[in-house]
């Protein structure tokens, strides 16, 4: 337990003191635009913008959904290097929670392998969001490869398992990457403010700053293994 506060502890010292591994932002017309609009909140504006992150954040950690469709399909994992099942699900309606989404989406997958510290889990993946909340949409993709090698469908920490026999499906997954950006959140309310160099608390690089971020066409603070390899 000491080991686990002392290892928490250093990623809230890392990101207060903002040594991330990060791009910096520069003065340009869309970063004073971002300053702008930030510096423009209101002190109970900030207040339901942190509470809403947190809600949201929380809503990251644990995804449930119940699948119909032909399939046979099943899979234990504890993160995407310890993993092993296989099977397919032709073009299957799932319904249920995705991260901070919720709705109804079509599901169509073959997959598996096993992964034991190296990883031969295979994956060919499409997913097109039917209805739901506005951020269902953002999980559209197809993807075809090493299943680590993609976090669009399981993050590559979550521990759960999904199981299809013939026509019912159902699937779980918890995130311990999630809980930590949850946790660490907190910290997040002293700074909201549009420094450049500001640490920003928020691991998951998902919050309404990195939503502003992506508005005005600006760089990712990349905290972690997320948005590497993406510049």
Known sequence: ????LLGLGAVVLLGSTGCQ?????TS???FEEYSREINEWTGSEKTGIWLKDRFLDLADIVQVDLALGD????????TKWLQAGGGYLNHGIRTGFLKRAYGTWSDDRVEGGVAAGFNLYWVDIHRVP??????LFEHEFAYEGPDYLSNHDRHWSDVGAGVHLAWLGANVNAS???????????????SIYAGAFSPEMDIGDDDTRARLREKYNLPHYEYTLEHWGQR
């Not at 337990?1 to 686990?4: A, F, T």
């Not at 399939?71 to 504890?78: F, I, P, Q, R």
């Not at 039917?130 to 951020?135: M, V």
């Open 176 to 190: 311990p990457y999630e809980l930590v950006d949850f946790v660490i959140g907190f910290f997040a309310f002293p």
């Open 71 to 78: 399939g046979w399909l099943a899979n234990v994992h504890l």
């Open 28 to 30: 340009s017309p869309e």
């Open 130 to 135: 039917i209805w739901g909340t506005s951020t």
């Open 1 to 4: 337990m000491k080991n686990i």
């Open 21 to 25: 591994q990060s791009h910096k932002f």
